[in-house]
């Protein structure tokens, strides 16, 4: 895949190595990469040591309905974690090794909102709501501002303008 970044693979391993303390072979190879997260134990185990009890049953098991199903109780906690829809992946992505680039999207963006749970985070820093309160004076003063200020075409209009020959009928 030309999208799939082995640095950010590799950051998102490292990130789930120091949250989880579990003992993961973090290079950012896709065989690596695939192989570390396809059964979807350590993804589970990222999402309860993000939130203890965030996923009541991690199936060990190495059969494929057991896999897919850590898979999908781990993308719905991503999802109530706040992680955009369009930032999450579909349970084949990773374990039919479809698309790892967007896994690697959605743990990038699980990172940046670990701060959130008292956990080192990756990744830019999320930002902050910044509401602002005008009051009912500051608003009516924006209203009288000329539109004028913003530029004129000094009435100019494109009337009497003709490229070329006009359409004889």
Not at 18 to 36: K, L, R, W, Y
Not at 83 to 101: M, Y
Request: net charge neutral; charged share 20%.
């Amino acid at each position: 895949n030309s999208k799939y970044s082995e640095e950010l693979a590799q950051e998102s391993l490292e990130w789930i190595k120091a949250v989880t303390a579990e003992p993961i072979n973090t290079s950012g190879d896709t065989d690596n990469f695939f192989e570390v997260l396809k059964d979807g134990v350590i993804l589970c185990k990222l999402a309860n040591a993000l939130q203890p009890g965030a996923i009541k049953k991690i199936n060990e098991s190495k059969m494929a309905f057991k896999c897919m199903e850590n898979i999908s109780a781990f993308l719905a906690c991503a999802k109530n974690f706040g992680v955009p829809t369009q930032e999450t992946f579909q349970s084949v992505d990773l374990w039919e090794r479809q698309n790892l680039n967007s896994v690697v999207i959605c743990l990038q963006s699980l990172g940046r909102k670990a701060s959130n749970f008292n956990k080192p985070s990756i990744g830019p820093k999320e930002a902050d709501k910044n509401v602002r309160n005008f009051s009912d004076e500051q608003l009516r003063a924006g209203q009288n501002v000329i539109s004028l200020q913003y530029g004129s075409n000094k009435g100019a209009t494109q009337s009497g303008i003709n490229f070329g020959n006009t359409r004889h009928m």
